[in-house]
């Protein structure tokens, strides 16, 4: 067949979301086996050599997997040890008694909003989602109700915020002052979580119904109550231990010499699966040997804890093989090419681009990269005034609407043991809040500057 172009590319590319929401939603097929069919229907029908297909299709999982594969089993295993030890229920705790048990969501938007700062998304929903569960089970709520601000958090954080790395590359890209750019972007990032977290969570939680069991979080809550627990302090110290070293990994060439020994060690001991695997052995210490557990219990709790994140990994990984299938189709350059056509304002470009972008291959970092650089000249072209604005308004638009070919749409169904139509309800409608309300506020700063 040979390959399609224009049009029709974006027809197959949208017929095969519709048929993937579908076939996972009504019929309640496989999600793994549904992506894998769907993405190579897609890239038969779109006219790519049939020797190929299989070739992008695992190239997209196995790039996926090599990152998220580590990171979520080496959160989980930090988790697992913070729920055993206790960890988890002090921070809970704590968290509960200086914000009030009412006032828990706003408890974790703020936690989230912090520790996220130099962690991809998917890295700090593996660190958090342990207090999550906790706290969600002292102050006796759903789950999504501490959850649903923990991931608005994370997200704003993600598209927003420097020295986040997808934010960062963006304010390169864009010649940005990193100093403008965070005052900007907590101004405009602080109401924004507070809209899509706290205050969207108490609207949509009383409608969602989740399953009483909830597999992922026994591994978390199924244990004995221990009568002593780890000290608050001791147990924030290594939860922030990756997020400490990945900021040294993100500043490393401000602090040292580009190519010096001092330099590549703050960037192997920043790169996010070292930062996570200190953190982890860590915790193996302040959280398991100081508190009274053998080397027998510690090989148990990290490899029981592995089993229910199976799941998660494929789809994950499967939706990584779809995102190469709309790239290598040609699916994400007549996406970008139709966005051209129209003459736009340096911000709206920025927006649509990253926004049409994420549509597309369900990649916040690739959308806002991809986007940056495609508007970055002409925004330089046109002498826009505001080039940080120009980052938050990218930022803003590689969030919305995350769907099926998004790794953090599986992680969040699974985590929460949601359907994915509640995912759509929950966590998508979340991520297009967080678009839409930070592009509108930084519209809104761009007439005030």
């Given at each position: 067949?040979?390959?399609?172009?224009?049009?029709?590319?974006?027809?197959?590319?949208?017929?095969?979301?519709?048929?993937?929401?579908?076939?996972?939603?009504?019929?309640?097929?496989?999600?793994?086996v549904?992506?894998?069919?769907?993405?190579?229907?897609?890239?038969?029908?779109?006219?790519?050599?049939?020797?190929?297909?299989?070739?992008?299709?695992?190239?997209?999982?196995?790039?996926?997997?090599?990152?998220?594969?580590?990171?979520?089993?080496?959160?989980?295993?930090?988790?697992?040890m913070?729920?055993?030890?206790?960890?988890?229920e002090?921070?809970?705790?704590?968290?509960?008694?200086?914000?009030?048990?009412?006032?828990?969501?706003w408890?974790?938007?703020?936690?989230?909003?912090?520790?996220?700062?130099?962690l991809?998304f998917e890295?700090?929903?593996?660190?958090?989602?342990?207090?999550?569960?906790?706290?969600?089970?002292?102050?006796g709520?759903?789950?999504?109700?501490?959850?649903?601000?923990?991931?608005?958090?994370?997200?704003?954080?993600?598209?927003?915020?420097?020295p986040?790395?997808?934010?960062?590359?963006?304010v390169?890209?864009?010649?940005?002052s990193?100093?403008?750019?965070?005052?900007?972007?907590?101004?405009?990032?602080?109401?924004?979580?507070?809209?899509?977290?706290?205050i969207?969570?108490?609207?949509?939680?009383?409608?969602?119904?989740?399953?009483?069991?909830?597999?992922?979080?026994?591994?978390?809550?199924?244990?004995?109550?221990?009568?002593?627990?780890?000290?608050?302090?001791?147990t924030?110290?290594?939860?922030?231990?990756?997020?400490?070293?990945?900021?040294?990994?993100?500043?490393?060439?401000?602090?040292?010499?580009?190519?010096?020994?001092?330099?590549?060690?703050?960037?192997?001991?920043?790169?996010?699966v070292?930062?996570?695997?200190?953190?982890?052995l860590?915790?193996?210490?302040?959280l398991?040997?100081?508190?009274?557990?053998?080397?027998?219990?510690?090989?148990?709790?990290?490899?029981e804890?592995?089993?229910?994140?199976?799941?998660?990994?494929?789809?994950?990984?499967a939706?990584?093989?779809?995102?190469?299938?709309?790239?290598?189709?040609?699916?994400?350059?007549?996406?970008?090419?139709?966005?051209?056509?129209?003459?736009?304002?340096p911000?709206?470009?920025?927006?649509?681009?990253?926004?049409?972008?994420?549509?597309?291959?369900?990649?916040?970092?690739?959308?806002?990269t991809t986007?940056s650089?495609?508007?970055?000249?002409?925004?330089?072209?046109?002498?826009?005034p505001?080039?940080?604005?120009l980052?938050?308004?990218?930022?803003?638009?590689?969030?919305?609407?995350?769907?099926?070919?998004?790794?953090?749409?599986?992680?969040?169904?699974?985590?929460?043991?949601?359907?994915?139509?509640?995912?759509?309800?929950?966590?998508?409608?979340?991520?297009?809040?967080?678009?839409?309300?930070?592009?509108?506020?930084?519209?809104?700063?761009?007439?005030?500057?």
């Amino acid at each position: 067949m040979p390959p399609s172009t224009g049009l029709s590319l974006l027809v197959y590319a949208a017929i095969a979301i519709i048929a993937l929401i579908v076939l996972i939603a009504r019929f309640r097929l496989n999600p793994f086996v549904v992506i894998t069919l769907v993405s190579v229907g897609l890239a038969l029908v779109a006219g790519m050599p049939a020797n190929a297909v299989v070739a992008s299709y695992e190239g997209g999982v196995g790039k996926t997997l090599g990152h998220i594969a580590l990171v979520v089993a080496l959160g989980t295993m930090l988790g697992k040890m913070m729920a055993e030890s206790g960890g988890a229920e002090q921070v809970a705790r704590t968290l509960i008694d200086r914000f009030g048990e009412r006032n828990a969501h706003w408890a974790m938007v703020c936690i989230a909003f912090l520790v996220g700062l130099p962690l991809f998304f998917e890295v700090g929903f593996v660190l958090l989602v342990p207090i999550a569960f906790t706290v969600a089970r002292r102050v006796g709520v759903s789950i999504l109700m501490v959850g649903l601000p923990m991931v608005a958090g994370l997200s704003v954080v993600h598209a927003l915020v420097p020295p986040h790395p997808a934010a960062m590359l963006a304010v390169q890209a864009y010649q940005a002052s990193v100093g403008q750019t965070l005052f900007y972007a907590i101004l405009i990032g602080i109401p924004t979580a507070i809209i899509a977290g706290p205050i969207y969570a108490k609207f949509i939680v009383p409608r969602i119904q989740l399953p009483d069991e909830n597999p992922l979080a026994k591994q978390f809550l199924d244990r004995e109550p221990r009568k002593q627990l780890p000290g608050f302090a001791i147990t924030m110290a290594t939860i922030l231990l990756p997020v400490l070293l990945m900021l040294l990994g993100g500043w490393a060439n401000l602090i040292s010499t580009p190519g010096s020994g001092l330099n590549s060690f703050l960037l192997f001991i920043g790169n996010s699966v070292i930062a996570l695997l200190l953190a982890t052995l860590l915790s193996f210490w302040t959280l398991g040997i100081a508190q009274g557990f053998n080397r027998d219990s510690i090989l148990k709790f990290t490899q029981e804890c592995l089993a229910p994140t199976a799941s998660i990994t494929l789809l994950v990984g499967a939706g990584g093989g779809l995102n190469r299938i709309l790239v290598d189709s040609g699916v994400t350059n007549e996406i970008v090419g139709l966005a051209q056509d129209f003459h736009l304002s340096p911000l709206l470009m920025g927006w649509l681009f990253a926004a049409l972008m994420r549509v597309a291959t369900g990649s916040a970092t690739v959308a806002m990269t991809t986007a940056s650089g495609i508007v970055a000249p002409v925004a330089m072209g046109l002498g826009y005034p505001h080039p940080e604005l120009l980052v938050l308004a990218t930022g803003a638009g590689s969030v919305i609407f995350s769907h099926v070919n998004d790794g953090g749409f599986w992680l969040i169904k699974e985590y929460f043991n949601m359907t994915v139509a509640q995912t759509f309800k929950t966590w998508t409608v979340l991520e297009t809040l967080i678009s839409v309300i930070a592009f509108v506020l930084t519209l809104g700063l761009a007439q005030v500057l």
